[in-house]
């Protein structure tokens, strides 16, 4: 049993070493490690990204934002950085395009709005956010690098709110700078990168001392996915089981009308069941 026991670890750890070798900056798990506090990270896909040159000042990963409403949705962000001058961004990186839902996004920046002015602070004081979407594959489908969303009216003039929504496509592979940047999200080893800042990050949590962490990381997630499992396993089967139950009374009900003399309709309409008549239409 012992000797069984040590195998299946064994094999349970290849496992997951393996899971953490074909990670790369599309994984949110390795992301939001490597640029945890890593604020040349940071400054390097915003910079890039935006085209010009910020001041970051804090940088976080798999930062919670709760929300104040009871049984309000709360939000787990992948990265959020500040800027000094108040400016916050938040860069998710999804492999799935239903996880970048535009309503999403709109989510997400009306949290980190919502947390930027203090007490009696002027609506003017108000400062600019930027939600960036980086997502696996082209998600509007329309074979450019990146969209920029700000608010115009009557699609003119721009609103000037200083909201900012960003979806940048993680297949362009064009000569430039958002070009390496994502040639670099997609890079699965811990060489070759067009990005040192990035290169450091990847090789320290998938080579050097960090992987041990990023090993337990995997395990923990699947660890919680597993029991996820269970318990929605255990609700289905309990719900059918309630539905099995209903069925069986209801049959019941029905035989013990049906014994004590009374005409087909009747028995159903007691029993709570379809005429015979609804039940052929069906």
């Given at each position: 049993?012992?000797?069984?026991?040590?195998?299946?670890?064994?094999?349970k750890?290849?496992?997951?070493?393996?899971?953490?070798?074909?990670?790369?900056?599309?994984?949110?798990?390795l992301m939001s490690?490597?640029?945890?506090?890593?604020i040349?990270a940071?400054?390097?896909?915003?910079?890039?990204?935006?085209?010009k040159?910020?001041?970051i000042k804090?940088?976080r990963?798999?930062?919670?934002?709760?929300?104040?409403?009871?049984?309000?949705?709360?939000?787990i962000?992948?990265?959020?950085?500040?800027?000094?001058?108040?400016?916050l961004f938040?860069?998710?990186?999804?492999?799935?395009?239903?996880?970048?839902?535009?309503?999403r996004?709109?989510f997400?920046?009306?949290?980190m709005?919502a947390r930027m002015?203090?007490?009696?602070?002027?609506f003017?004081?108000?400062?600019?956010?930027?939600m960036?979407?980086?997502?696996?594959?082209?998600?509007?489908?329309?074979?450019?690098a990146?969209y920029?969303?700000?608010?115009?009216i009557?699609?003119?003039d721009n609103f000037?709110?200083g909201?900012?929504?960003i979806?940048?496509?993680g297949?362009y592979r064009?000569?430039?700078?958002?070009?390496?940047?994502?040639?670099?999200?997609?890079?699965?080893g811990?060489?070759?990168?067009?990005?040192?800042?990035?290169e450091?990050?990847?090789?320290y949590?998938?080579?050097?001392e960090?992987?041990?962490?990023m090993c337990?990381a995997?395990?923990r997630?699947a660890?919680?996915q597993y029991?996820?499992?269970i318990?929605?396993g255990?609700?289905?089967?309990i719900?059918r089981?309630?539905?099995?139950?209903?069925e069986?009374?209801?049959?019941?009900v029905?035989?013990?009308?049906i014994e004590r003399?009374?005409?087909?309709d009747?028995?159903r309409?007691?029993?709570?069941?379809a005429?015979?008549?609804?039940?052929?239409k069906g």
């Open positions: 049993m012992k000797r069984e026991k040590t195998k299946d670890n064994r094999k750890k290849r496992e997951i070493e393996k899971i953490v070798d074909n990670m790369c900056l599309f994984d949110d798990d490690r490597v640029f945890d506090g890593n040349p940071a400054k390097l896909i915003i910079d890039t990204l935006l085209e040159n910020v001041e804090s940088c990963g798999q930062v919670q934002l709760k929300n104040p409403l009871v049984n309000g949705r709360s939000i962000l992948d990265i959020l950085a500040g800027e000094k001058n108040g400016d938040n860069c998710e990186v999804q492999r799935k395009k239903r996880d970048a839902n535009p309503r996004a709109r997400h920046s009306s949290m709005d002015l203090k007490s009696n602070q002027e003017r004081k108000l400062k600019d956010s930027y960036i979407f980086i997502t696996k594959s082209d998600y509007f489908g329309k074979n450019r990146v920029r969303i700000d608010r115009k009557d699609g003119t000037n709110d909201s900012h929504i979806y940048v496509n297949n064009g000569d430039d700078r958002i070009g390496r940047l994502m040639e670099d999200f997609s890079n699965k811990t060489t070759g990168f067009n990005n040192p800042e990035l450091k990050g990847v090789r949590f998938k080579k050097e960090g992987r041990e962490k337990e995997v395990e997630y660890t919680k029991k996820i499992g318990e929605q255990i609700e289905q089967g719900e089981g309630i539905e099995r139950g209903i069986q009374k209801t049959l019941q029905y035989q013990n009308c003399g009374m005409s087909d009747d028995a309409a007691i029993a709570g069941m005429s015979a008549k609804d039940q052929n």
